[in-house]
């Protein structure tokens, strides 16, 4: 027996089942294709402020991406976000210019949706960063030198 989405989703309000949107899928414009990297799987949130692209990301095979971006004013940010928001899991977000672990600024605890935003200036250098969610993390080293 096939079935419209129309007359599915009318059963599934009709039962008392609330449909939740799902976070819409990043932009090709947002997320790069890095050899050997999974593409992110839910869009970046914007939670690094206006003026800021993502360059980079990742999706953790726990139920997360980790964001890359930066602003024209030279400054880098880093944001977890869970692909499916609910319940506080173990989240981080870190960020620091190579080699200058004074500039290093991170941010972990449990959350339900996203950790971070986490920010360094680098213009003219290059950055470590990196992010966790649940049982995935990501690190990278020595990365986007400007």
């Known amino acids: 027996m096939k079935r419209s989405l129309k007359a599915v989703t009318t059963s599934l309000i009709a039962s008392g089942v609330l449909l939740m949107a799902l976070p819409a899928a990043a932009s090709a414009a947002e997320i790069q294709s890095y050899p050997g990297k999974a593409q992110a799987a839910v869009g970046y949130n914007g939670a690094c402020g206006s003026g800021y692209t993502v360059i980079d990301s990742l999706r953790l095979e726990s139920g997360a991406n ?14 977890t976000v ?50 966790s969610y649940a049982y995935g993390k990501y690190q990278q080293y020595g990365a986007h030198c400007d």
Do not use: H
Request: charged share 20%; glycine share 10%; aromatic share 16%.
């Open 66 to 79: 980790v964001f890359l971006t930066y602003s024209a004013s030279g400054y880098n940010c880093v944001v």
């Open 82 to 131: 869970a692909e499916y928001p609910g319940s506080p899991r173990p989240m981080s977000a870190w960020i620091q210019r190579t080699d200058d672990e004074a500039s290093r600024d991170s941010d972990s605890a449990e959350y339900t949706a996203y950790a971070g935003p986490v920010y360094v200036y680098a213009k003219g250098s290059c950055v470590d960063w990196g992010g």
